[in-house]
């Protein structure tokens, strides 16, 4: 390995330190409405993530902010010496992608089908220290 690339490694290896993510994958809610509620925590602290998603009155929220509480769970066994108070956490990054569809057929008048289809969607939230930031 040259000394650039040697260099470019241990920079990434340093940046994934300062962040933490967690996955839920498979949700069986729709994409579209898992992301009005992701829209309310993108770049917030973590700590009004937290208020906002306890206090949302939509089924996704309680979905998010478990998965929040999971993230912040990696990133404290990622710094054990760091203490959470001090660190000053935000959400750096919130994705909603389409999962997979359960394709299932309704009957509709004069014989005829209509198709309905059961969404759910992968989220991936990253949160990282407002200190350290680069990006």
Do not use: Y
């Not at 509620?37 to 009004?48: F, N, S």
């Not at 959400?91 to 394709?103: P, Q």
């Not at 990282?128 to 990006?135: E, F, I």
């Amino acid at each position: 390995m040259g000394v650039r690339k040697r260099e470019k490694a241990d920079q990434t290896k340093e940046a994934k330190k300062l962040v933490a993510f967690a996955k839920l994958n498979n949700c069986p809610t729709s994409p579209r409405k898992m992301r009005l509620v992701a829209d309310l925590v993108r770049g917030e602290k973590v700590e009004r993530a937290l208020h906002v998603l306890r206090f949302s009155s939509k089924e996704a929220s309680r979905r998010l902010e478990k998965l929040l509480l999971s993230a912040i769970a990696n990133w404290q066994a990622k710094n054990e010496d760091a203490n959470i108070e001090e660190a000053d956490l935000f959400v750096k990054e919130i994705r909603v992608d389409g999962g997979s569809m359960l394709k299932r057929l309704r009957p509709a008048p004069q014989g005829r089908a209509h198709r309905i289809r059961k969404r759910s969607n992968h989220v991936t939230i990253v949160i990282g220290d407002n200190k350290n930031t680069q990006s």
